[in-house]
């Protein structure tokens, strides 16, 4: 099975301290590390599962630029057989829909049975997975938490829904699926790993490779925009008790005896 | 300002509660109108759930039709894109249902889409100014949309105040003709229901939950000392259950479940809107946590700034002190 | 050399071994007549031993396999039978003439052959001849069926100690490199890192395998065997032994190449919680009789898993903080100082961090638990608080400090452990310390053997016992009459480097110490856990190695514990709470007693801290007037 997954380089969730920086209209970003987004390399590493059972190869592709090469030799070093990076300057400040358009062109550049994304990135937004299924007109399906080859023209899958609870489905290939963490147990890539990928090639493609005119991507053609960061002003909020731990594991004791909380 | 839509979810004839906050939505975005509902699905349970959004929508769309009696994306899909007119502003929840929806539909209607909206900031012609977060909550952000050909928007669900019901007269409107036969290539096979587990958390008034912040499994027992002296449950956040701390069954959160308790002990959580999704009912939320800037504390009713590990076990001696006290 | 005479005689009958033909010949015989009766009563104990005593260490789970009972008791009483044999062959040699009356050389009185010469004393010389006759072949038979049946089974450890132990490694506190003659900078070559089969190990661990005298010793100390860990350093070797005999049998084909660990496709001797279970704490190594060695198998096993990216989930997140923040936790880098740097503490005791313009003699290295986590900061406090009293001229490397590396090299990460390092080198010949100081035995153990080119390493507790018998740390007495204090060695201070008595002589200086001593102590400390990523990682056990010892600790009568480590302090401090001793067990690190107990007298620049009745620190500087301070 031929298997794609479109993966993103973000600011790492538990190694940095988000702040805003001194101007106030964005996130503090010198000190921040970065690393794969998390759902795309749970991910990569189903496609490398996949393809251990039925034969096959794994792509792992960024839409970019040269920073964002060392998650792909990170996925290499992974087991991916290959990685490759999308970047343009007419691509830069693309919205959503502008990334699924660049995806898109990608795709059918090749042959690709399967495309996996991660659920969401950094900023929340859980579309491009979705939107580049409606572009390619694949089937798709979001928060998979489980994939089971059928036949070659196949996938039976499981969705994360309400309750714990899992809906379990048919669908054709080829089909965009979104991965939800959790699904299996990411292998180590060690240092030692990374090392060795390092000067394996990585090709590029811009707009014109893929087909692309400006007017459907870039800033330009972004209909969402992010305009600044900021801190809301604080509501009410929580009433902090200041006092000494006794006094505070009476006073809790009272408001929950208050609300009818002790037997 | 364009006709604004909102697919509403269901389930065996009862709507969700997002419902109520779409519509809310709706009227920040264009006061001066309402907003149309949009269910599909079939037979009476679809009707019912249309009829309990009287007071809510002036006008309500149904599609009833054999292959949506389980709701899938796709089908659900292609039925809108032949009701909807061009144009149109959808608000879609932002639960698993609204994220396997909204993107593509986005697509087909060539409309611009943003999701998990926490506000509206205001319009401005064609500007549609929205409030996000991004990095788990860590920061906000003000996002401009161009909704000049449409717009599919998801609205977090718990960020609107459920709209104000007016009792007035709202017509259903079926719409099931419009549509044709639908298929898809993906097909719904089952549902496979959670464990029950050995303890269900839905039914208690009192819960102790906690989250990351209990640092290792074997501290999970130092919540439930807390909690058989209170005669709580313990329940927890996805990163516990993650780490097979806890059973999936006692999961609070929008994959786990929806809790309705009276009193809910926030330990060692961090309040990310995917757990507190799962709390309802506005039960009174005490919150304790070391870092004074987690965001449950400006959710919660009271707040402590302490560590759990040693917090919980003093107030464990305390009730226990109580209730042999009170005997 | 008697088995040789023995063999001879039976082909020329006066053969008398050259030598031994003179007077030595009746003094070795009387020697041997008592060897001979020493190992048959040897033999005799040891087969009771097994049979009634059954020792715990001998046992052997079910999931190991068969008991080795049957085995040790087979060739226990072969040895017995080749004692009995000799002795008969010589009690029958010596009776025979002296019936004849002829005189023979004495045998030696009390001996296995007096004794049985004593009771053949009567006995026909015909009889004789052939009890003569069948003792030879007797012993002939045992002995030659041994030396054959030896190599197969357990007792082979008779013939392989002498070279194992000739060839053992001395230099036990340098671990095994990736490859031997492999340098660092050649490492890219090597296809594959660490030990996954079994020909990966070194012939010097393969002789191992056979020399072990499955005493159990070994197992009987390992910390994670007592607390019900999946690992047992004694089955380690005996698992590997037997699949050695298995896969390379003298008659059959060789079969090589099975993965040693046990995966999805194969089951392999090994489970992968075997191998991380290690806290590397060196008791099993301290213990064993025939000097085998484990660490460095355990490393090069993890080395191996490592190499497959077969980690557990719980150890790749702080793997991945260490390589991108380079200390397990994630925290930003400019945070590291923050402890030194606190508000109220900086106007106590002022902390330089070393960098252009700022130098020093000498540099603290911090490591990464002592400067991020909130409780351990206070160890880092109390040290500077301690470098300061004795006017050491000291500074520490802040944001340019990595975490040392030490756990993360022996969890098998070594390319990760050699950009931690050779940051650290950098930035430490950078700084011009001539020295290092440091209150991690952690981190002094990887500064002393793991790195090169770095200026002399020292542990906080030989220094102030240093500064304590040069006079310059006065005490003042214990407060509290009822502490009991018991010291306990932390593995990488103690057993590993052999520091022992600093720690000691430092707590007997404070008058008033109360102080006694665990049964398990110095180089029989029992491991506290383990420490860097051995924090993060969730093993399988039944109860935790802290309780364990915390429980040593109540049992001494103390209720006071001093490590001297802060991996050793999180997990009895931890232990402590679970055991369900708080309240009546307290943990503190020697750097913060010590800090707590110096007498500050008030030289010119020094400063002095008083705590007053209502908890206010009052600070003064030499004789000026007092400034109040809240705490």
Known sequence: MEILVCARRVPDTSENEIQLNRAGNDIERDELVYSINEPDNY?????????????????VATVGGEDDEEILRREMA????????????????????????????????????????????????????????????YPFASLVTSIEVLDGQKLKIAREIEGGNKEISEIDLPCVLSIQTGINEPRYVGMRGIRQVASVPIPTFGASDLGIGACAVGEAAAKVKRVDYFVPALGKGAEILRGTREENIDKVLELVAAKGGLK | MARIFAYIVHKGGVVDDS?????????????????????TGCGPELDAACNSLSASYAEIWKISNEALAYPNAELVRKALLKVLPSNSIVLIAHEHFGIDLAPGLSIKMNATFVSDVLDIAGVDGANLKVIRQEFGGQASTHVHCDVSTGAVVTIRPGAFKPAEVTPGSSTVIDKSNEVGS????????????AEAGDVDITKYNVLVSIGRGIQEKDNVAIAQQLADALGAAVSCSRPVVDAKWMEKSRQVGSSGKTVKPKVYLACGISGSFQHLAGIKGSPFLIAINKNPKAPIFQVADVGIVDDILEFLPELTIKVRELHSIAK | MRAFSVL???????????????????????????????????????????????????????????????DAIFLLSLIAILMVADSLFAAARAAAPLQAGHLVDPLAAFSLPWMLQKALASTSVATLGTIYFAAYLLHELTFYFLLCYRPFGIQFHVETSLFNIYFAKLDREILKPVRYGVSDEHLDQVKSFGVKTFEDFTWKHM?????????????????????????????????????????????????????LIGGKDSPGIYSEDEIWSCTTCGACEAECPLLVEYIDK????????????????????????????????GKMEKKKADWANAKEFQQVCRVKTLDKNNGADTLYFVDSITSYDDRMQSIGRATANILNHVGENFGILGAAERDSGHEVRRFGEETLFMALRDHNVDAIQASGVQRIVTADPHAYNALKHDYKDVPPVEHISQLIAREVKAGKIKFNPIPNENSVYAYHDPCYLGRHNQIYDDPRDVLDAIPGMNRVEMTRSRDRSFCCGGGGLMLFYEPKEDQRMGVKRVEMAAEAGANVMVTACPFCMVNIEDAIKVAGLEGKMTAIDLAELVDQQIAREAPEDDLKQIKTENNSVEVERGNSSLRKKSA
């Open chain 3, 298 to 329: 355990i490393v090069d096993l993890r080395r191996g898993m490592i190499d497959d990216g077969n980690v557990p989930q719980s150890l790749q997140k702080p793997l991945k903080a260490l390589e991108s923040r380079g200390n397990p936790y």
């Open chain 3, 207 to 259: 002789l191992d395998f056979y020399s072990c005298a499955d005493c159990g010793r070994c197992s009987d100390n390992c910390p994670a065997n007592a607390v019900g860990r999946p690992l047992s350093p004694r089955f380690l070797t005996i698992k590997a032994r037997d699949y050695s005999f298995q896969h390379y049998s003298i008659l059959g084909s060789v079969n090589n190449g099975t993965a």
């Open chain 3, 8 to 70: 001879i005689v039976g082909v020329s009958p006066n053969f008398v071994m050259p030598g031994l033909s003179g007077s030595a010949g009746p003094i070795y015989n009387i020697i041997t007549d008592y060897a001979a009766t020493i190992v048959f009563l040897c033999m005799v104990i040891a087969v009771i031993r097994r049979l009634v005593f059954k020792p715990a260490r001998y046992a052997v789970p079910a999931k190991y396999g068969k008991a080795h009972t049957a």
């Open chain 1, 78 to 137: 992974m087991g991916a057989n290959q990685g490759v990076l999308i970047t343009d300057d007419a691509f830069s400040g693309s919205d959503g829909r502008g990334i699924a358009t660049i995806l898109k062109s990608f795709v059918e550049r090749g042959h690709y049975d399967l495309v996996l994304t991660g659920v969401q990135a950094e900023d929340g937004g859980a579309r491009v997975g979705g939107m580049l299924a409606a572009l390619l007109d």
């Open chain 2, 19 to 39: 419902a109520f906050e779409l519509a809310a939505a709706a009227r920040k975005i264009d006061p001066d109108s309402s907003p149309t509902a949009l269910l």
């Open chain 1, 43 to 59: 991910a990569v590493e189903e496609a490398l599962q996949i393809v251990a059972r039925t034969g096959g190869t794994v792509t």
């Open chain 2, 182 to 193: 639908l298929s898809a290539g993906r097909r719904y096979l089952e549902t496979v229901v």
